[in-house]
């Protein structure tokens, strides 16, 4: 199961996308998303713009730490249910931003390591599909995902005080 480590590979590989270019990209696309969805983006402006790009990469950085302790924690005792609950979660959350470039209808910043990264997330779930039961598989993904959910509100609700406070800071 050395495949495992590529977990916290994919996830880092897919956020460097979204840290480098969100920010830039909701600014860009600013009066496009107001025109394209009149109702929706002064939602997503509103939750968006508090959070500044180190708010948003210390997230990040919470996600790769709970990440790498799964896969570490699995590895050592050799028990990979959360880890693949984990991962199909992640994948999940791979598949959504797909499905988020299909609705805007262009390029949104994690659309293409989603795209590099779906392939060998699907590959490997194939291959747990071999030794692991798909019972198992499905509530430990039910299970990732309300924590995943959980998770996603709590940072995004930390992440505004965060900037604020790195604003003081480099006062």
């Not at 996308?17 to 496009?32: Q, T, V």
Request: net charge positive; proline share 5%.
């Amino acid at each position: 199961m050395q495949y495992i480590w590529l977990f916290p590979i994919l996830f880092i590989f897919h956020d460097f996308e979204e840290i480098i270019f969100m920010r830039a990209w909701i600014n860009k696309n600013r009066s496009f998303l107001r025109g394209r969805f009149p109702v929706l983006a002064p939602k997503m402006f509103a939750h968006f713009d508090p959070i500044t790009t180190s708010a948003f990469a210390l997230g990040v950085a919470e996600e790769f730490i709970l990440i790498s302790l799964i896969t570490i924690i699995s590895a050592v005792l050799n028990s990979y249910d959360i880890w693949i609950g984990s991962f199909m979660a992640f994948t999940i959350h791979l598949v959504i931003h797909c499905l988020q470039a299909l609705i805007v209808r262009k390029y949104v910043p994690v659309l293409l390591t989603s795209l590099v990264c779906l392939p060998i997330c699907l590959y490997i779930i194939y291959l747990f599909l071999q030794t692991t039961p798909i019972m198992t598989i499905i509530s430990y993904s039910i299970l990732c995902l309300i924590i995943m959910v959980i998770n996603i509100v709590i940072l995004f609700k930390m992440m505004p005080i965060f900037g604020k406070w790195i604003a003081q800071y480099e006062q």
